[in-house]
Antibody, heavy 126, light 108 residues
Framework: QVPLQESSPGLVKPSETLSLTCTVS????????WGWIRQPPGKGLEWIGY???????NYSPSLKSRVSMSLDTSKKQFSLKLTSVTAADTAVYYC????????????????????WGQGVLVTVSS | EVVLTQSPGALSLSPGERATLSCRAS???????LAWYQHKPGQPLRLLFH???SRATGIPDRFSGSGSGTDFTLTIGRLEPEDFAVYYC?????????FGQGTRLEIK
């Protein structure tokens, strides 16, 4: 197992920026590719995007205009920022790691996710 | 985007019984880029299968995955008490990645 731990503020005000960090233990962050997925209350899982160990990114088209991801290999962390949040962004956010095999789609590398964090609830409310 | 429809939404069975869970895609998923996950409350999601039928590390052989194209199945041969959970399918054949809505497997 590869422990992943999300950290988040828990509560974010509407129109502000949601920031999440995932800390990776046990393996080199440069070895795998990393993703973010979320699940609004009572709804299904939604893929947010990937950040690859090269630093390249692949965002879901539905969130692309508001999402950014980054990788900090020295801290063994990768991060998610989502701008201009609304109540619809309230969800449990999961970070995940992918070891392959991969599908080399025109949009980028796609895959299943071998390792998941436990998830953190982020609530958007004033 | 590819819509994944899982059925049934909930399944009530007893330990020792066989469970069959379905995942149907709105369009063909090339090269069987389909994964299955198990999710228990308070725990990380656990990858069961990738490539529709390739068992992930440590997954017992009472679990099996099958299917291709648009129809995929997760079968649990003889249910153990620890198997009662929510199961999700995920496709990674086309961007964006999408997930099914889940099947809740409950103890009868």
């Amino acid at each position: 197992q590869v422990p992943l731990q999300e950290s988040s503020p828990g509560l974010v005000k509407p129109s502000e920026t949601l920031s999440l960090t995932c800390t990776v233990s046990g393996v080199s962050i440069s070895y795998y590719n990393w993703g973010w997925i979320r699940q609004p209350p009572g709804k299904g899982l939604e893929w947010i995007g990937y950040i690859y160990n090269s630093g390249a990114i692949n965002y879901s088209p539905s969130l692309k205009s508001r999402v950014s991801m980054s990788l900090d290999t020295s801290k063994k962390q990768f991060s998610l920022k989502l701008t201009s949040v609304t109540a619809a962004d309230t969800a449990v956010y999961y970070c995940a790691g992918a070891t392959g095999p991969y599908n080399y789609d025109t949009s980028g590398i796609l895959s299943s996710f071998d390792y998941w964090g436990q998830g953190v609830l982020v609530t958007v409310s004033s | 985007e590819v819509v994944l429809t899982q059925s049934p939404g909930a399944l009530s069975l007893s330990p020792g019984e066989r469970a069959t869970l379905s995942c149907r895609a709105s369009q063909s998923i090339g090269s069987s880029y389909l994964a299955w996950y198990q999710h228990k409350p308070g725990q990380p999601l656990r990858l069961l299968f990738h490539g529709a039928s390739s068992r992930a590390t440590g997954i017992p052989d009472r679990f099996s995955g099958s299917g291709s194209g648009t129809d995929f199945t997760l079968t649990i041969g003889r249910l153990e008490p620890e198997d009662f959970a929510v199961y999700y399918c995920q496709q990674y054949g086309n961007s964006p990645i999408t997930f099914g809505q889940g099947t809740r497997l409950e103890i009868k």
